[in-house]
């Protein structure tokens, strides 16, 4: 396994989220205490190693599809009566219906104001709050020939970890 750096660096955390989630597309999800959405795309590698051809975005913060109003509005319409969790089954509805939709590839990455964004290429967007009362909001992670991988935030805080001693000069390199 090769050893990993963890930096709290926004600039080298948004680069190695960028590298990790443009252009893969959505495969599938689960749902426990969370959801858990996977991408895949074609391996390719940043400063020598190779990056993920797959990785797993974890959602603990709340996280809507389209205008947060209108999603809102979407939840009350379709949520079954009295459910304790009245999202969960509309996030499920709409992930799934992602998933068979052309177009379910990352177009844009972004993260402004204490939200991740992702901008699909059919022109759905997922937005994920940066921060819960428990402290990380998502994380995106995966590993590939003994390499981990990943992008977490933490009260708007986000770190990049990598087998990379200065993961983001690497990328600026490269980019």
Known sequence: M??????????????????????????????GCNFSLC???MPRSVGGIGLP???????????????????EEKVLAMAPPGHVEPAEPVRAFELATLRWQE??????????????RLRFG?????????????????????????????????DDVLYAASPLEDVGAALRREG
Not at 2 to 15: G, I, K, N, S, W
Not at 62 to 70: K, V
Not at 132 to 154: I, N
């Open 103 to 116: 177009g379910a590839e990352i177009a844009q990455v972004g993260v402004e104001e204490g939200l991740l």
């Open 53 to 71: 051809p797959e990785v797993r975005l974890e959602l603990e913060a709340e996280w809507w599809f389209g205008e947060r109003r209108g999603w």
């Open 122 to 154: 059919n022109g759905r967007v997922l937005s994920a709050l940066c921060h819960t009362e428990m402290g990380w909001g998502w994380s995106v992670q995966g590993s590939f020939g003994g390499a981990s991988w990943s992008v977490v935030a933490e």
């Open 39 to 41: 991408f895949g795309r």
């Open 2 to 31: 090769t050893a990993a750096y963890t930096v709290e660096d926004r600039e080298a955390a948004c680069l190695l989220l960028h590298e990790l989630l443009h252009g893969a597309g959505f495969v599938t999800f689960t749902f």
